[in-house]
Every structure is written in structure tokens, then in C-alpha cells.
């Protein structure tokens, strides 16, 4: 049966959809190493010509100079931050015992005020987890502890990120040091007018990437800024250097800022420091809220998308790829977009 004129457009921009996204998570799967190395070669294109033609420097020289920069400082801060990590934590399951008895006291304070306000909570409760006190605490030092062992364990898949690492130094030096040739060859593939729109579209994914870059930056900042701000109202000690640790794991997906909030709320509460804690878990709400908030907003405006848009395609993509799709779903509009822009589907 033959399609009908008016639905022509809809079935074309959903089967465009539907393989845009399913190139980008075959792609962000099996060959994301290269993606990266594709994207970090444009950034650092406008660098490379710049040293290239003031300096007259060998172009491939250029790049390892450039890209050696980058991985050495993104490999030191990756290191510095995982060691800094598993030695606090290991040194909290070492401490936790000794807390034993303070905790006994303070979880008999607890249930004395229980007592006296809340007379819905069963008498056996409380007598149960008085007595069983010492297991709540030997259950939560070995969930630490297991926790911990996981983290270390994890380490081994050091090896693996080096591996990544390696391809995606050795893919983004021969991208940047050999655009010309790779440009050339894609010419002589592929028809004079599919490379003019797939030119156009290029154009439009590296805007779209530096855009999603600065928009993920100022989003970071933004939960920095509500992070250190809220520590000063706290008066926590070092808030400054505590909200710029909670800034950067700010970009860590899922667990992000709640990795230092949540083992944070659940000690002060377990030493008696109710009010710090509700506090604590009070201003984490509010900077995941800014940030909820905020990031269709500013996805969206980074990426020349409408903010309804950038929502939708967030919202879509998380729920079809997982966390993947925080980065498929904007692409894909971004995507599709330019297409329609260059012509390559018709609009």
C-alpha cells in the first residue's frame, strides 16, 4: 500500500530518529574511544593551526605536544581524586568502631525523646534495636567495609580506562594530524552534494558539542557556587575547597555530589547532630533541584534547541539508553535538526 503525501514527512523524520539514535549508542558502545578522539581533534584544531603557522612547527609535533598536555593533567586529577577517595573512606571504616559506645549513648538520647513525643512507635521497637545496637553497628562498619573493598577491587579496572585512554590519545593525534588526508578521502567517496550537507551538519555537531561542553560546564559551576554557598551559611570548615570537590562530582553520573552528602548526613546523624544533618540533606536537594532545573534550559540554549525540546530528548533518552541517553537524546535532536537545515531530510 502506498503511503500517503501527508504522512510521508512524519514516517521519514521517525525512521531518521529511530537510526540517528541507534548509530550514536552503537557508536558511544563499541567505538566511543574514537568518538572522543574525533571531538577532542576539533577542539584542539584551532590550537594545532594557530602553533602550526606562528611557531612553524611540525604539525604532528604540534599535536603531541598538545594532547600530552591534556591526558597528563586529566590523568593526574583523575588519579589524585580516586587515591584521595579510597583513603578517606578506608580511614572512616578504621574510625567507626571506636565510635561504639558515643553512638550507644546518643541512640539512648534518641529513643528518650521518641519516647516523650512519639507514642505510636512500639515500646518492643525500641527495645529491639537498643539491644541489638551493637549489630546496627557492626552491619554498617562491614557495609563500609564492603563498599570499600568494591572501590578497591574497582581499581583493577584501571587498566581498562588506560586501554581507553591509549585509543583515544592515538585516534584524536591521527585525526587532528591528518585532517586534510581524511577530508580529502571523504570527498572522494561520497557525491559532491551529500558532502556539501554533510558538511553543513559537521558544522552543526561541532557547535552542538562545544555547546553541550559549555553547557555541562556552567551547570558545574552553577552547583559549585549553591554548594559553597551553603556550607558558608553552615559554617562548615574548608567550604570552599569541599564545594569545589562536590562541584567536580557534580559531572560523575548518578552518584555525583550524593557521594559525599549522604555518608556526610548519615554520621552526623548517628553523633547526635540532627539539625546539620536534615541541613546537610536540605541543601543537596536544593543543589540537584538548580540543576534539574536549570539544564534544559541551558542544554538547550547551548545546543540551539527550543528548552521543551532539550527536555523531551533528556527525558526520552535517559529512558531508552539509561544514562547514555543524557547524551544521545540532545544529540539526536541536535542531529536531526541539522538535516532538516541542510536538506538532507526533507523538512
Not at 530518529?17 to 557508536?27: C, N
Not at 584544531?45 to 593533567?73: C, Q
Not at 560546564?217 to 574548608?238: C, D, E, H, Q, R
Amino acid at each position: 500500500m502506498k503511503l500517503k503525501a501527508e504522512y510521508r514527512p512524519i514516517v521519514t523524520l521517525g525512521l531518521t530518529i529511530a537510526i540517528v539514535s541507534l548509530a550514536l549508542l552503537v557508536v558511544m558502545k563499541y567505538f566511543l574511544p574514537f568518538a572522543v578522539g574525533m571531538v577532542i581533534a576539533l577542539i584542539i584544531d584551532p590550537i594545532v593551526n594557530f602553533v602550526e603557522s606562528k611557531f612553524k612547527v611540525n604539525r604532528g609535533i604540534t599535536v603531541i605536544l598538545v594532547l600530552s598536555a591534556i591526558f597528563l593533567a586529566f590523568g593526574y586529577l583523575t588519579v589524585l581524586a580516586l587515591s584521595r577517595l579510597t583513603l578517606e573512606l578506608g580511614e572512616l571504616i578504621n574510625i567507626l568502631p571506636n565510635y561504639t559506645d558515643y553512638l550507644n549513648a546518643v541512640f539512648s538520647n534518641i529513643s528518650t525523646f521518641m519516647f516523650s513525643v512519639y507514642d505510636i512507635i512500639p515500646k518492643e521497637v525500641i527495645d529491639y534495636l537498643t539491644k541489638n545496637w551493637g549489630q546496627v553497628i557492626s552491619y554498617l562498619t562491614g557495609f563500609l567495609s564492603k563498599f570499600y573493598t568494591f572501590l578497591v577491587e574497582k581499581l583493577v579496572l584501571i587498566p581498562t580506562s588506560l586501554v581507553f585512554l591509549i585509543f583515544a590519545f592515538l585516534s584524536s593525534f591521527f585525526f587532528a594530524k591528518d585532517k586534510d588526508k581524511i577530508i580529502k578521502s571523504v570527498k572522494s567517496i561520497l557525491p559532491q552534494c551529500w558532502y556539501k550537507k554533510l558538511e553543513n551538519i559537521q558544522s552543526e555537531l561541532f557547535i552542538s558539542i562545544i555547546g553541550l561542553i559549555k553547557a555541562q560546564i556552567i551547570l558545574v559551576l552553577i552547583s559549585t557556587i549553591v554548594t559553597i554557598a551553603g556550607f558558608y551559611i553552615l559554617n562548615v570548615n574548608y567550604a570552599l575547597t569541599l564545594g569545589i570537590i562536590c562541584g567536580i562530582l557534580d559531572i560523575l553520573p548518578i552518584i555525583g555530589p550524593s557521594l559525599i552528602f549522604i555518608p556526610w548526613a548519615i554520621v552526623s546523624f548517628l553523633l547526635g547532630n540532627l539539625k546539620f544533618s536534615l541541613s546537610l540533606l536540605t541543601l543537596h536537594l536544593a543543589v540537584s533541584g538548580v540543576r534539574q532545573i536549570l539544564q534544559a534550559k541551558v542544554i538547550g540554549t547551548h545546543l540551539g534547541l527550543d528548552p521543551l525540546v532539550a527536555l523531551i530528548s533528556i527525558y526520552v533518552g535517559i529512558k531508552i539508553f539509561g544514562f547514555l541517553g543524557l547524551f544521545i537524546g540532545p544529540m539526536v535532536a541536535v542531529i536531526v535538526k541539522a538535516m532538516l537545515q541542510s536538506g538532507f531530510i526533507r523538512s
